[in-house]
C-alpha cells in the first residue's frame, strides 16, 4: 500500500507495542498525520512512557491473545501497526500463553520468533484487523544507500564488509540472527537470541580488543509488517566500546533511530556506516563481492 493510500483519521488504528522507542516513535508519526492509536502495550516489554503520550492505552501480558483482540475490536481497530521489539528468549521462556496462543504455538511447524509473529499477524487478519508495515510513519529513518558518515569504511573494513555480508545473508535465510560481527575475514560472533549490542560485545571479548566489523541484514523475504532490523545509540556506544570501526546495514530495509544524533556520534567516535542496496538473489560469495568493488 503506498503512503499516499494510508487512511485519514477517520479510520481507527491499533498499535502494539514492545519495547525501546519504536512505538513512541510510530505514535509520534501517525500523530503528525492527524492519526491518533489505541495501544495495546506488552507489559513485560512496552515503555512506561507510552502512557504519558498515548490518548488510549490498554496494557496485556505477553502470552494474551484473546485480550489482545478483544482489546481491538473494542477500540474498533481495523489496521494496527507493530512495533517494538519482544526479545526472543522471553517469547520461548517466559510467555504464559492463554488458551488460544498455546493452540497456535502447538500449530506451529517451527518454533523460531517469525514463525509465531506470522501467525499472530494471520490469526488478526481472520479477525479483520490487518496488520500494517510497521515503517509506515517512519521513512526519513530508513535510510538510502550510501556512505552515512563522514568517514567511509577503509579498505580492510570493506573487505570484512563483504565477506560479513555473504555470512549474514545465509544466516538471515535460516532465520537465525541478522548480524555478524567479523574481524580479518574471520567471524567472530553470530547474533543468536541475545540480540546485536550483546552480539558485539561477545566479539570484543573474544578478540580482547582488536578491531571489528559490524554488519547487520534484512532477510531474504523481510516482512516489514514486525522485527524490522534497528539501529541505535546504544548500538554506536557499544561499537565504541567494543573497538568496532564499521558498521554496515542494508539500506530501506534497517531504520536508524534517532538517525541525525546516532551518525554525529558515530563520526565523534570515527565509525563509518555505509547502508548498502540490499541482495534480493541469491547472496554473493566473498570473491565476487570483493571483485565488484575493485572494478
Known sequence: MP????????????????????????????????????????????????????????????????????????????????????????????????????????????????????????????????????????????????????????????????????VAQKIAVLDLGQTVVVRDRACVAIEAMEGTDEAIERAARIVGGKRLVVVKVSKPAQDMRFDVPVVGLKTIEVMRRANATALAIDAGKTLLFDRDQLIRAADDFNIAIHAIAPVNAAAPSFQTSAAQRKS
Not at 8 to 15: K, V
Not at 74 to 87: D, F, H, S
Not at 124 to 147: H, N, Q
Open 3 to 166: 503512503e499516499s493510500a494510508i487512511p485519514e483519521n477517520s479510520e481507527r488504528w491499533g498499535l502494539i507495542a514492545g519495547n525501546g522507542d519504536f512505538p513512541l516513535l510510530v505514535l509520534e508519526g501517525a500523530r503528525s498525520r492527524g492519526i491518533e492509536m489505541a495501544v495495546i502495550a506488552i507489559r513485560e516489554e512496552a515503555s512506561p512512557r507510552l502512557e504519558q503520550v498515548a490518548t488510549r492505552i490498554h496494557w496485556v501480558s505477553l502470552g494474551e491473545l484473546s485480550r489482545t483482540i478483544e482489546l481491538l475490536h473494542q477500540e474498533g481497530v481495523k489496521r494496527a501497526v507493530m512495533a517494538g521489539q519482544v526479545k526472543h528468549d522471553k517469547i520461548f521462556s517466559s510467555i504464559r500463553p492463554d488458551r488460544r496462543l498455546a493452540k497456535l504455538l502447538f500449530s506451529l511447524p517451527s518454533k523460531n520468533t517469525d514463525s509465531l509473529i506470522g501467525a499472530v499477524a494471520h490469526v488478526l487478519e481472520d479477525e479483520g484487523i490487518e496488520l500494517v508495515d510497521s515503517t509506515k510513519f517512519l521513512g526519513p529513518l530508513l535510510p538510502e544507500a550510501g556512505i552515512l558518515t563522514r568517514r567511509a569504511p577503509d579498505v580492510s573494513e570493506a573487505a570484512d564488509i563483504a565477506y560479513g555480508r555473504d
